[in-house]
């Protein structure tokens, strides 16, 4: 494997980034933040745990280069070393394949277990990339976690979906079943479009932030430079001129204890929650 | 199960009916009206007769029709009280016991009691009498979240998200926002209340009664809000008063 007894002990951190809802951006910020985590010199894994709808090797970049993957290496098919995806642009980082032909119950949980335990030796951050939903492949990839990113798009469905998988963290959680410190929650905003805020179209940031009471690591402006990046495999935290980019860099920072200004956010005039409780209610 | 646990007390709120002459047609009009306002609360409801006033109720055949008038409304006659030796003496014959007459009780214009006293049936005194059976809540209770509070009182000091649900034999109290469902009374108990610092429930319920956000008044929206059944109606009430005002409306 890489890297054999450089450190002793590795104080590794197990964060996914979850949602609940689809579409919201769970796998551009788990790009964005491995890149992030690795261009900062911790060595990290971004793991893609949406079996069967696999697309963080194509954010990544590394799609023509996956041989071997997660299912793989959790059937005892092939090992670690083999499955992980060293990036070419970036020193630390690594991406975790999964499998396209697969479907979730292939996650298994002493599988996955041994395989975060072989991880955790040799990762500082270890990402997993939940997919949406609530069923197994989210559950299995919020297990583990110590650390979650709520990925949460400034609406109502998105912002309760969030809830939703919030109390699931409290609750389903490896740390919630042994009784350990409880799941570190940060709240990832992300489209966030101050304009139609002022609009009245979307919730503000304080609308979510009483909603979903978990503090705020960042706001991620909805930016046409993030669609780019997708598609071209290039994790947008890379491209300084993206105000996305610029966001999410703010974010990590924050996330290893940093002290950054919010920023890509009006100062609101107006408070929208009347409005929004009765949507939600009919 | 020791001869000392076989039979244990417990305390049950039972809906009263008076009687005056069990023949009177009115009866029947006037328990099929108040049936009408909220069927559920007198399915096999157990009721006691209050003979206060009747000088029938004298004869065996009375009882019969008597119970069988109670029946086609969902009420299962259990007892009596304030009856005379003679009208006792002929509910005992048809298997009803004798109830002390409540002082006072009876007298009250609206009797209000209880829906699925079955329920409370399960939930034997001395549970109560001991410790506090308060539930505190301290964390978030996010959607799709339920808590029970059983046979106490539910409070919660954090938020409350829509999608969740509280619900307490008792009364609720939420010190945040209360955004999700609030059962207060599970078990019948109609003195139940909730209570919240900030009202924005998806759905409020005492002893069965319930209304959703749709039909809460928007001036109550975000606002401390207590809500409590009076004369049988649920009613939401700003901040906290004792909610006379609103009885006597």
Known sequence: MVHKGKKEKILSKVIVVTSGKGGVGKTTTSAAFAAGLALRGHKTVVIDFDVGLRNLDLVMGCERRVVFDFINVINGDANLSQALIRDKRIENLYIFPTSQTRDKDALKREGVEKVMDQLRKDFEFIICDSPAGIEHGAMTALYHADSAIIVTNPEVSSVRDSDRIIGILAAKSRRAEKREKPVEEHLLLTRYSPERVRRGEMLSVDDVKDILSVPLLGIIPESETVLKASNTGVPVILDPQSPAGRAYDDAVARFLGEQREMRFMLPERKRLFGGLFGRAAS | ?249
């Not at chain 2, 000088?55 to 259990?78: E, F, K, N």
């Not at chain 2, 002929?90 to 214009?109: E, N, T």
């Not at chain 2, 999700?180 to 900030?198: C, K, M, P, Q």
């Open chain 2, 1 to 249: 199960m020791g001869a000392a646990n076989r039979v244990q007390g417990g305390i049950f709120t039972l809906m009263v009916v008076k009687i005056g002459d069990p023949y009177d047609p009115d009866l029947e009009r006037e328990l099929a009206e108040q049936v009408a306002l909220s069927p559920g609360f007198f399915a096999d409801a157990p009721v006691v007769l209050d003979l206060k006033d009747s000088l029938g109720c004298t004869s065996v055949a009375d009882y019969t029709a008597l119970r069988q008038l109670l029946r086609r409304h969902g009420m299962i006659p259990v007892g009596v009280q304030n009856a005379s030796a003679l009208q006792l003496r002929a509910a005992k014959s048809v298997d009803l016991s004798a109830f002390s007459g409540a002082a006072g009780g009876a007298r009250r214009p609206i009797e209000r009691a209880p829906a699925a006293p079955e329920r409370a049936a399960d939930r034997p005194a001395a549970e109560r009498s001991s410790e506090s059976r308060t539930r505190l809540v301290t964390q978030p209770v996010r959607s799709g979240t339920q808590i029970y509070a059983k046979g106490g009182d539910l409070v919660v000091v954090a938020p409350v998200s829509a999608g969740a649900e509280l619900i307490a034999d008792g009364h609720i109290h939420v010190y945040g926002a209360l955004r999700g469902r609030a059962i207060a009374g599970a078990a019948g108990d109609i003195t139940a209340r909730i209570f919240a610092h900030r009202f924005e429930a998806e759905l409020v319920s005492v002893a069965g009664r319930y209304i959703v956000s749709d039909a809460i008044p928007p001036e109550h929206r975000s606002q401390p809000a207590q809500v409590a059944l009076i004369d049988d109606r649920l009613c939401i009430l700003p901040g906290w008063g004792n909610g006379r005002g609103a009885a006597e409306g």
